[in-house]
């Protein structure tokens, strides 16, 4: 296993461990977070989660779903909202600090759209976290801690392993122009890949566009051996359209679902990075319940790092409970 393979498995258990610590009763809370009781005894708080995410993108699920899961142990009423566009993100946000939130957590894909409203939100006294992107930017606008992986680390590691892998020519597939993020992280893998990488600009709302922009690459460019992208979505469309060219091309991408994890089972995948969405959503709307009841901020205002973890074939069994469903029906 590489060193990102096993920097990311310490990553999962350091995580996981935070999260179990997290949920016990914080100095001044009634009860236990996370049983029945000790839920009834807590104070009600309302949080509002305003994220960047695209129609159609499941990525997204996991995060809400573990901000759900955070929200039903802490006595917290969980107000979901989201935008692609960075202007009308921002009058989500607004809109949250109208209704008089408890806290706020925000994704930070563009940062400049989103500093007035996020500044108007901390000058209302309202403690705002960030999640999944705004790692360089949340100290700036007075956000409490940052959740999510770094995002040029998660980079190099696909660099690494595509190098490992004796590849020459990757081409990293960005599916939303400005997103910082997605900069970074095709940045950090022309930092290690030892071989030559370039960025191909699709539009990620319109999948059609996503398979017909790789396909024509890969047809125009046959030397291209590698293909990176940057959302599980968008990995099963580039299999398609490594395909439709006619390309041996490898593939491999950031982000995991349960596709992607069939595909690395089957050899179809090189790898997957995992940020671990779920724990974004839940360790962030958990923070609001620490941060209200005692002050505490998790990190102490440092990034809270939940990737990346790399997942190929060497380490795939230890995700395998996420995506693999019990015979059983339980």
Not at 62 to 69: L, P
Not at 92 to 105: N, S, T, Y
């Amino acid at each position: 296993m590489s060193r990102w393979g096993k920097l990311g498995l310490a990553g999962v258990a350091a995580a996981g461990a935070l999260v179990l610590a997290a949920c016990g009763s914080p100095a001044g809370a009634g009860g236990a977070a996370g049983s029945a009781e000790g839920t009834a005894e807590l104070e009600p708080l309302k949080v509002a989660l305003v994220t960047h995410a695209a129609p159609g993108d499941t990525f997204w699920d996991t995060i809400r779903t573990g901000a759900e899961d955070a929200a039903e142990r802490n006595n917290i009423e969980l107000l979901y909202t989201s935008d692609p566009d960075g202007g009308r993100q921002a009058q989500l946000v607004e809109q949250a600090v109208d209704q008089g939130v408890d806290g706020i957590v925000v994704t930070l894909a563009k940062a400049d759209a989103m500093s007035g409203a996020v500044s108007s939100a901390v000058d209302a006294g309202i403690p705002v976290f960030s999640i999944n992107a705004g790692e360089e930017e949340y100290a700036d606008l007075g956000v409490l801690a940052h959740f999510g992986q770094n995002e040029f680390i998660a980079g190099q590691a696909a660099g690494e392993q595509f190098t490992e892998a004796g590849l020459s020519n990757v081409v990293c597939v960005i599916h939303e122009q400005g997103h910082v993020g997605l900069e970074s992280r095709c940045e950090g893998l022309a930092d290690t890949f030892e071989g030559e990488s370039e960025v191909l600009y699709v539009q990620g709302t319109d999948m059609t566009n996503v398979a017909s922009t790789i396909t024509s690459k890969l047809q125009t460019d046959p030397g291209i051996d590698g293909v990176l992208t940057l959302g599980a979505p968008f990995a099963m469309t580039a299999k398609d359209s490594i395909a439709d060219a006619g390309s041996s091309a490898t593939l491999a991408t950031t982000d995991l679902n349960a596709d992607v994890y069939q595909a690395i089972k089957d050899g179809t995948m090189l790898f997957g990075i995992d940020q671990q969405p779920y724990l974004q959503g839940f360790s962030s709307v958990e923070a609001v319940r620490l941060y209200h009841d005692g002050g505490y901020v998790l990190g102490g205002g440092k990034a809270v790092l939940t990737g990346p973890a790399v997942v190929n074939a060497d380490n795939l069994a230890s995700v395998a409970v996420q995506f693999e469903s019990d015979d059983s029906g339980e």
